[in-house]
Nanobody
Framework: QVQLVESGGGSVQTGGSLRLSCAAS????????MAWFRQAPGKEREGVAA???????AYKDSEKSRFTISQDNTKNNLFQQMNRLKPEDSAMYYC???????????????????WGQGIKVTVSS
């Protein structure tokens, strides 16, 4: 059974930083692409950052300068460094993975069959 488990969320003040982690297990081979999504109360889920097997990355335009997505060498652990956090970054953050063969990163939720349970990020002003 594949599983995605997020960690690293929490509460910070405006301007602070957090590093989210996602551990993927049960994949053989490791996922071809992974991504971070977030969903604030009353809003739709949105793609924040994605990374493909070749290391190509995609970001939501408004977060490109503050968020950095990365993986370890095994490609089974996904990270997101979030800097200069704002109250509007407060949301549940989800790790997503796609084990189907492809060469492209994507910020579209429909393209990811596997999801973690999510982790809460709260940024206070």
């Amino acid at each position: 059974q594949v599983q995605l488990v997020e960690s690293g969320g929490g509460s910070v003040q405006t301007g602070g930083s957090l590093r989210l982690s996602c551990a993927a297990s049960g994949y053989t081979p490791s996922p071809y692409r992974m991504a971070w999504f977030r969903q604030a109360p009353g809003k739709e889920r949105e793609g924040v950052a994605a990374i493909g097997r070749t290391g190509m990355q995609a970001y939501k335009d408004s977060e490109k300068s503050r968020f950095t997505i990365s993986q370890d060498n095994t490609k089974n652990n996904l990270f997101q460094q979030m800097n200069r956090l704002k109250p509007e970054d407060s949301a549940m953050y989800y790790c997503a993975a796609d084990s189907r063969y492809n060469n492209y990163e994507s910020l579209q939720a429909l393209e990811y069959p596997d999801w973690g349970q999510g982790i809460k990020v709260t940024v206070s002003s």
